[in-house]
Each structure stands twice: as C-alpha cells, then as structure tokens.
C-alpha cells in the first residue's frame, strides 16, 4: 500500500457507498439550505473482490479506492471521517409499530423480540438496529435494521487499511431517502426505485420512510439476459442496452420480451406496496403521486415511458443535482450522475444521529 495520506482529519464527514465493482465517495458543503458538492469520486474494481455485500479482496479494493484519489477526484476531500452504506439486498429491514405506552428504555429488548421473528438466521450472526421513523397517538413507527455481521467487519478492516474512522453505517435505502427528502420539491407520496448492480430497491416515501422491499436482480442481469435472449456478447448486449433500451428500435420486441419477467416482477412488487400504503398505512386517504427512479440502471432509454405505461402512474428520473450544486467542480458524464446519489446521502447524515 501507498504511504501516502489521502484523508486529512477534521470535523466534517464524507459518504463511501461500496458497490459490486465500484465504489463512490461524495462530500458536501452544507451552509442552510444551500449544498454544494466539495469533493466526488468513483473507484473501479473487479466484482470478484466483493461477495455477497462482504468485502474478500482488501487489497483489491484499498488500492482502487487510494488510486481514485489520487488521480481521479474532482475537488477535495478533506476529512477522514466516513459514513459507509450497506447494499440493501443484504440486510434484513422492517417498519414495526409499538406502543407509545412503552417505556423508551424497554424499546430494544421489543424490537430485538420483534426483529427475530423474521429474520432467516440466528441473531447472534447479525449487526441489529433501530430508528424510530415518527410517533401518533397510540403508537411509534420504527425501523430495524439487522445486518450480517461478517459485512460490518469486512467494511471496518477496510477502514482500517484507508485510515478512515468510521462514524455510522446505514442501509442504502436510507440514504438514497435522505437525499430526496432534501432535494425533492414534489412532496407528494412517492415510490422510488432505485436500480443498482444486482438489486433493485424499493422504497415508499411520505415524508418518511414508509415500506421497503428489494428485487434481488438488477443491471448486471439485465445485461445478462440480453446477452442470452439476442446470441450476443456481453460488451454488445451491454451497448444494445444503453443505445436503444426500451425506445422503438430494431431491437425492441427482442428486448422487451427479454427483460419482461423482470418488469413483471417489479409491478407487482410496486402494486403491492402502493396498496399497503393506501389501504393500511395513512389514514388521510392519500395516494401515490408519482414513481421516482434512481441508480445506474434508471438511465436505459425510455425506461420512464415504459413504467408509466406498465404501472399507470407519473414516472420520472430523479435529478437531485438541481438543488445540490458543483459550483466549479466539473460534472459527471451525462449518464454517470445517479451513480452519486446513495454517496451523497450518506454524506447528508448528521453525525450525531448516526443509525448502524
């Protein structure tokens, strides 16, 4: 490893969102309600280093990271205090209500108690936590959040090598949630899909989080399936992906029916979360307003167009960098801009309110 210091410690934080083969890194100055962004990144790595959200090959990952900033930052970062996120995919989330009339120091022992019902392992191989999310009359809404242990560990002895402190870590869910809160002016309920690597993440948003749910699939099998249904190479099914994606094209009966048992899936996971919405969570009889879609995967050509049609509601990519500002800093590629979002919203977190 390089003995040179790439973090400088101070007060401020940064967000680090750890993907299958690529990591993020954004700060922000934050002054009111103007944000503007200080310092971004990205790192390339082989997906093999990552298994399954743990992190295998330290090194690996370490040196992409160091190489990123020192030769691909644009702007500074200029503290080693880190917020990290952890894929959604591989934590175990769930919004419970307890009663108000319990006692705040008996929380934990009734989410731990509720948390072990659905969980699919034991609890003593998980990372546990809790949020409460808001308060009514009679009851509280919390989070809980359990994480495989082995992933936590991995993510310290990363920090460990970068020389980062470590000051919270949260599903990335919770980030991307963040973000939008701060950025968005449509406040109206909302469902965001936000397409990563190999999962897509589902969220319902209402001022507050409201349900959450994952598909375990995400662009990698995208360019998979393509790969399969057209006879084609990876590099070519990814670039038939990114040219025409879901607009009129030669290729669109072949495409679309490719990635049909995916969309299949998403509406109905979608339908399902509205209608828990609307039927059981608010009781001012509000509606979903509009899908918001974010990550890597939300830039194929006439995705939105297709949702709407498919889900019968406004849909509409998610474009926070309106309100969060470059300054002088050169932007992303076209394209390249949702990558940032998850980093960004972890850099949003005031650190004395940390979750994990």
């Known amino acids: 490893m ?30 009111g309600n103007k944000c503007t962004i200080q310092g971004y990144g990205s790192a390339q790595y082989d997906k093999s280093y990552i298994a399954k959200g743990e992190i295998i090959n330290f090194e690996g990952v370490a040196n992409a990271i160091h190489k990123s900033f020192s030769e691909g930052i644009k702007g500074k970062v200029s503290t080693h205090r880190v917020i990290f996120s952890v894929p959604a995919a591989f934590t175990y989330s769930r919004i419970i209500s307890l009663p108000n009339s319990l006692d705040i120091k008996d929380i934990p022992e009734a989410v731990n108690t509720e948390t072990q019902q659905y969980l699919p392992t034991a609890l003593s191989e998980l990372y546990t936590d809790y949020s409460i999310i808001d308060s ?13 242990k082995k992933i936590i560990d991995s ?15 949260e599903p990335s869910t919770g980030a991307s949630n963040r973000l939008f809160d701060f950025t968005d002016q449509h406040k109206v309920p909302s469902v965001l899909i936000d397409f990563g690597a190999y999962s897509t993440d589902i969220t319902v948003y209402d001022k ?24 084609v190479t990876r590099t070519e099914a990814h670039t038939i992906l990114t ?16 990635m049909k048992p995916f969309m299949d899936d998403l509406s109905k996971e979608v339908q399902r979360m509205v209608r828990y919405y609307e039927e059981r969570v608010n009781d001012q009889k509000k509606k979903i307003g509009q899908i918001v879609t974010l990550g890597g995967g939300a830039n194929l ?15 509409r ?4 960098w309106s309100t969060i500002l ?12 949702t990558i940032y979002v998850t980093a960004a919203g972890l850099a949003l977190l005031k650190p004395e309110e940390p979750f994990l």
Request: hydrophobic share 35%.
């Open 2 to 31: 390089s003995d040179t210091i790439y973090f400088y410690k101070d007060r401020p934080i940064f967000g680090l969102d750890i993907g299958a083969s690529s990591a993020k890194f954004v700060q922000l100055n934050k002054q």
């Open 208 to 231: 507050s989080l409201v349900v959450t749910g994952t598909i375990n699939k995400g662009g990698e099998d995208f360019v998979k399936t393509i790969e399969e249904k057209l006879s």
């Open 155 to 169: 993510y310290m002895t990363l920090a460990d090598i970068l020389g980062l402190e470590v000051i919270a870590m």
């Open 326 to 337: 470059f300054d002088e800093l050169k932007r992303p590629p076209v394209g390249e801009e």
């Open 243 to 258: 040219r025409y994606g879901f607009n009129v094209s030669k290729r669109q009966d072949e495409i679309r029916s490719g």
């Open 136 to 148: 009514h009359d009679k009851e509280r809404r919390v989070l809980t959040v359990a994480v495989p």
């Open 301 to 315: 050509p006439g995705l939105t167009d297709y949702l709407t049609m498919m889900l019968r509601l406004p849909v």
């Open 317 to 320: 990519p998610y474009d926070p």
